[in-house]
């Protein structure tokens, strides 16, 4: 089977983002006189939850019964992610934002080599097309086949929804791809797609069930700059390049 896309997960895997989403979302709390926080621990464990409005209404079932008791829930559920986001857009703007290593690198040598590049998140779209325009430049978002988001899936990661929306986009099947993901929801939402998946270790999901991981890295690397294979033939290699994409691909 050849390799006919590389499908890119956003974050944790495009770049180290869920530090930057926590904050926002703490921004928003504050914004909207909720005396929430969520420090690092906490939101390791909302972070099973895929997509930011999801997570802070199972948040407030979980944590703030009385809450729930209100009639407006969901508008002030809404409310607060919609906040979050100019917050985190804020950061997109004028915070330290770079692409994980190997990112660029391997986006523009499947380019180079007529294999599709696509994203698919259950951030929302205005994120993520933030994140491209400031680390690929204003046309970053174009070299993407497809951007599958938030609003393209019903259901959010661990469901299949945005692969599959992804996969019906480029008129491929799973098995003609190989996803990068960061996360054990992000795993079992491609491996339901049918499609092969590379894990790019990341703290907020170190220690995660990656069983089904076809291989797993610390990050893609970069020449001069080693990545740790934790699983996987690296063939001598000492960081990911598509070749070997190609070669892990075909023996999945
Ligand atoms: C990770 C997520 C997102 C972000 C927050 O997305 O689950 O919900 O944590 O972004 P990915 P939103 O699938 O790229 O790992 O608030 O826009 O959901
Ligand atoms: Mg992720």
Redesign the pocket.
Known sequence: MTLRALIF?????LAET?EA?RDAFNRAFADLDLDWTWDKTLYRDL?KI????E?VLAYAKSHAPDFLARGDIEDIVARV?DR??VHYGRWLTDGNVALRPGVERLIGEAGRAGVKVAIA????NE?VVGLLKRTLGPDGPKRFAVIAA?EAAAEK?PAPDVYLHALRAMDLSGADCLAIE??SI?LAAARAAGIPVLITEYHYTAGADLAEAMAIVSDLGEPGHPCRFVRGDAMGKTFVDLDLLKTWHAQA
């Open positions: 997960d956003v974050d944790g895997t869920e989403h972070l895929g997509g930011g409005r997570r992610h979050k986001t998140t259950t951030s929302r994120n938030a990661k960061d996360s992000g």
